[in-house]
């Protein structure tokens, strides 16, 4: 397929359309830089995007202020599986807004039971505890295996402690930019939370000795997303699976990113046969509609808590609920994990193709996710993201090398081979 970005006012939706902007060129320049100005005197600068200013999308596609369209390989780092404005999430959010939106847990409403069996089932589960962001349902899972620890297994009080990874990218709040290792997320928010070991993320021995009787839990990303897309070596999950069994020890996996089909199964966990004690849910759980996060678990460590040890009064909300449950009955489908699994392979073996040329110098990942290194001879990996986004591509880079690529699930095949495309001129020079 043969796309060609005819300049800010234009450009083929690899449909055959063209898609015009309503206003000058001139205008649209003027009306980006504006907005961009205004929150960047306004919001707090925690942030640093490309200087792009989206107004619509659909699909894979997204459509700036200008008119000018873009292939989205970043899915809103996983929260856009189903990509923007699935038709079938929008329809349940619709029909949900008309009823009810919020209750707060003081009541009960109609769509939370099922919420919660559903999920459950998804995950082989008996319970779920509902929140609404990815890292409050982190900081539900911390509270749960250190409750589950004192109450169930036994550790003396104040002495329950969480063995995590090296590389790791949990959230940001204050609990947890406690055991992360990125200078960036740390510095100036001490004092730290104590509470938490460090252990080379893939490394088996170094988990073994870190477990100890106090030891409530093991917390770990089955593929590490913002450190590059790091996949752990071939039966480490599994290694850790059984060392967690043998010691009693609660196995918790963050699949915010990685799960409900990003990888080609619906949990990356599968890919090792691994079924933890603990999903921690997020993302695409909302379906890039509203903001909806979980912990799934089992009836013996969830009921460990009781009325007001811990809620949200929007975690589990109507609304919430509708959409999760649609995005549920998709993935049961199967659709989702065979598309991601099937498309993955196609861009690995393009990817692939890129590290045999030389053009990067190394490839991760699993299903429709992949992390690239780019040499130092195409430029850092915000240079790079900066080119594609000329080119009419989005894709966001991290730790200064690596370039992040992970398109919605509903993404057709040419319109990744044209991506990938246009990541192979921009690393030529062309």
Excluded at 210 to 220: C, F, K, M, P, Y
């Amino acid at each position: 397929m043969s796309i060609v970005v005819r300049g800010p006012r234009a450009r083929e939706d690899g449909r055959g359309c063209t898609v015009e902007s309503e206003s000058s060129p001139g205008e649209a320049v003027t009306a980006a830089e504006d907005l961009i100005a205004t929150a960047d005197a306004h919001c707090a600068p925690t942030y640093h995007p490309l200087p792009v200013v989206i107004a619509s999308g659909e699909g894979a596609w997204l459509t700036d202020v200008a008119g000018r369209r873009y292939l989205d390989l970043l899915a809103g780092y996983s929260a856009l599986n189903f990509g923007h404005g699935n038709p079938r999430l929008v329809e349940a959010a619709r029909r949900q807004l008309d009823r009810v939106t919020l209750t707060s847990r003081a009541f009960h409403h109609d769509r939370f039971a099922a919420f919660c069996a559903e999920l459950a089932e998804l995950c082989g589960m008996e319970m779920v505890l509902p929140a609404n962001t990815g890292v409050e349902a982190v900081e539900g899972a911390v509270k749960t295996a250190r409750k589950w620890g004192y109450r169930v297994k036994g550790v003396p009080g104040e002495m329950a402690k969480i063995v995590v990874a090296g590389g790791n990218f949990h959230g940001r709040t204050t609990t947890v930019i406690s055991f992360s290792t990125d200078p960036e997320a740390r510095a100036d928010f001490g004092p730290y939370t104590p509470g938490f070991e460090i252990v080379p993320y893939g490394d088996l021995t170094a988990m073994r000795a870190a477990l100890t009787e106090n030891t409530v839990a093991v917390l770990l990303e089955p593929i590490q997303g913002e450190s590059g897309v790091i996949v752990p070596p071939a039966g480490y999950l599994a290694g850790v699976r059984e060392l967690t069994r043998e010691r009693n020890v609660l196995f918790i996996a963050d699949e915010i990113q990685s799960g409900l089909g990003r990888t080609g199964r619906t949990f990356a966990c599968e890919h090792e046969g691994v079924v933890p004690d603990m999903y921690v849910l997020g993302k695409a759980l909302g379906g890039g509609i509203v903001p909806v996060s979980a912990v799934v678990s089992s009836a013996e460590v969830l009921g460990v808590f009781r009325p007001g040890e811990h809620g949200s009064t929007f975690g589990g909300n109507p609304l919430a609920c509708a959409v999760a449950l649609e995005v549920i009955a998709m993935l049961r489908t199967g659709e989702y994990q065979e598309r991601a699994a099937r498309l993955g392979e196609r861009l690995h073996r393009l990817l692939g193709e890129l590290r045999g040329a030389g053009r990067v110098t190394a490839v991760r990942g699993r299903g429709l996710w992949a992390g690239v290194d780019v040499p130092p001879a195409a430029g850092t990996g915000r240079e790079v993201s900066e080119k594609l986004l000329d080119r009419g591509v989005l894709v966001k880079d991290t730790h200064g090398s690596t370039v992040r690529i992970g398109p919605p699930l509903v993404i057709g095949e040419e319109e990744l081979e044209w991506g990938v495309e246009q990541l192979r001129e921009v690393l030529a020079g062309d």
